[in-house]
Nanobody, 124 residues
Framework: QVQLVESGGGLVQPGGSLRLSCAAS????????MGWFRQAPGKEREFVAA????????RYADSVKGRFTISRDNAKNTVTLQTNSLKPEDTAVYYC?????????????????WGQGTQVTVSL
């Protein structure tokens, strides 16, 4: 069973950047497709980005395409979400999720393991 811990969130002004990290333990990260999701108050958890087992394939939500970049380092058991040109509507708790298998699913219900989340607030 893999454990996930997110970090890197914080308060940033519109147009700013944050680098979110997800550290995995208790399993071999290369066996898991990884995803980043976010949940704003009063809203359902939504897909942000996903990355394949080797990192060679990625998928993004339309709302973040061109601004966010997902990457992974299987040797270090970490997944990173670089967020640029942040907007107030990006404000949410960001979660990383893991699932066995190769498909880059966007539904959070198809991810098995989750971290506790890290808060991102974009405001003046």
């Amino acid at each position: 069973q893999v454990q996930l811990v997110e970090s890197g969130g914080g308060l940033v002004q519109p147009g700013g950047s944050l680098r979110l990290s997800c550290a995995a333990s208790g399993g071999t990260l290369s066996a898991y497709t990884m995803g980043w999701f976010r949940q704003a108050p009063g809203k359902e958890r939504e897909f942000v980005a996903a990355i394949s087992l080797s990192g060679g394939d990625t998928r993004y939500a339309d709302s973040v395409k061109g601004r966010f970049t997902i990457s992974r380092d299987n040797a270090k058991n970490t997944v990173t979400l670089q967020t640029n040109s942040l907007k107030p509507e990006d404000t949410a708790v960001y979660y990383c999720g893991a699932r066995r298998g190769m498909a880059l699913y966007i539904s959070p219900s198809l991810y098995t393991y989750w971290g506790q989340g890290t808060q991102v607030t974009v405001s003046l």
